[in-house]
């Protein structure tokens, strides 16, 4: 299987354990009922369609990705990012990524593992900006984000260090590797991993430097200053449109009033949008239940928002995330006559595929 049980249960336990101090530290059963009752769901619709704004900018991001690898798409591929996002709220450790990555490979004709690259440059791309979203809800809010900031490290066993080291870690390793073969070459990275992997039998070796081939062949899509700039300017769209849908849903919560001015309460908005979706690094089961939903609160409550408001507030942006890419996903698969099993048994198969020829060449 393309998950394995080591790495199953590691995230369960993690979503486990978020979840838990998340009900411990923020939930009164009574209290968020009534906090979710009196809610306004009126705003959730408009919500929604600024979710699907930010998938058409993520879909023109990857487009801009790909173009190195399959020129112009010869089908729409919005469909397969949405069907990506369904992988990844229904199978465990971010599966929906590779079952993306596999999906286009079945109607473009491209690498799978190439593909999978670009994801992965995506995934850097989208750190970088919510560390940027991050410093710009520090000037809107000024002392009170710091603060805020502090109070969500202090939750995390490490503190400071560790929650950064944690954010940085995906940017970091992407970029290095790119960085890299800028300044030697792909054919030196491979050599250097071969002899890394000198330990490992032969005939597997072979095959998991075919798929290290092909991973940094999408990888290296980005080989200038200019192209990690262009990729950076399609992200930002991505995640103000994300922050909107956000914004909305609070406004339903009736946030704002808590705030003394407009700016204070789109640093507020800025700040959930950075931590709940950074805090996507930490090992969590299928949807990223439990690290979204506690760092989201948790940057709420540390700027003076009630703890019932703060976790209704987080679960119900965190459902309507959830259920309209998983419904849709699963009416595209229907319509476009595939299944999940299917495209995760293929993507299966795909890296077997990519190994074995990787051991003739």
Request: with cysteine; net charge neutral; aromatic share 12%.
């Amino acid at each position: 299987m393309l998950i394995g049980n080591k790495a199953f249960w590691i995230g369960a336990l993690g979503s486990a354990v978020f979840l838990a101090v998340f009900v411990m530290l923020f939930v009164d059963l009574d209290t968020i009922g009534n906090v979710l009752n009196e809610a306004d769901y009126v705003y959730v619709l408009p919500s929604i369609l600024f979710y699907f704004l930010a998938v058409w900018f993520r879909t023109a991001r990857w487009k801009f990705l790909l173009h190195p690898l399959i020129g112009k798409p010869k089908k729409g591929i919005y469909s397969v990012v949405i069907v990506g996002y369904m992988a990844n709220n229904l199978i465990p450790v971010r599966i929906g990524e590779v079952i993306r990555a596999y999906y286009l490979s079945l109607r473009e004709g491209c690498s799978t593992s190439a593909a999978f690259g670009t994801v992965a440059v995506e995934r850097a791309t989208d750190v970088l900006a919510l560390l940027l979203f991050l410093g710009a809800a520090g000037l809107l809010g000024a002392s009170g984000v710091e603060r805020a900031f502090g109070e969500i490290a202090s939750k995390v066993p490490g503190g400071t260090l560790v929650m950064v080291s944690a954010a940085l870690l995906p940017f970091i390793l992407v970029f290095s590797l790119v960085l890299l073969i800028s300044f030697s070459s792909k054919q030196n990275v491979n050599d250097f991993i071969s002899r890394i992997l000198i330990v490992v039998g032969q005939t597997h070796r072979k095959r998991i430097l075919a798929i290290i081939d092909r991973l940094l062949e999408g990888l290296t899509v980005i080989n200038s200053v200019t192209d990690l700039i262009k990729v950076l300017a399609w992200s930002i769209p991505v995640w103000v449109a994300e922050a909107g849908m956000y914004y909305l849903i609070a406004m339903g919560f009736d946030l704002g009033s808590i705030f003394a001015t407009e700016l204070e309460f789109l640093s507020a908005i800025l700040l959930f949008t950075a931590a709940a979706n950074l805090a996507g690094v930490f090992p969590s089961t299928a949807g990223g239940w439990g690290p979204f939903d506690f760092f989201g609160a948790a940057s709420l409550i540390a700027l003076g928002v009630q703890n019932e408001i703060a976790a209704g507030y987080a679960l119900t942006v965190h459902v309507v995330l959830w259920v309209p890419p998983t419904l849709l996903g699963a009416l595209l698969l229907v319509w476009d006559g595939a299944s999940l099993p299917g495209l995760l048994r293929g993507a299966k198969k795909s890296r077997q595929s990519a190994g074995e020829q990787g051991s003739i060449t």
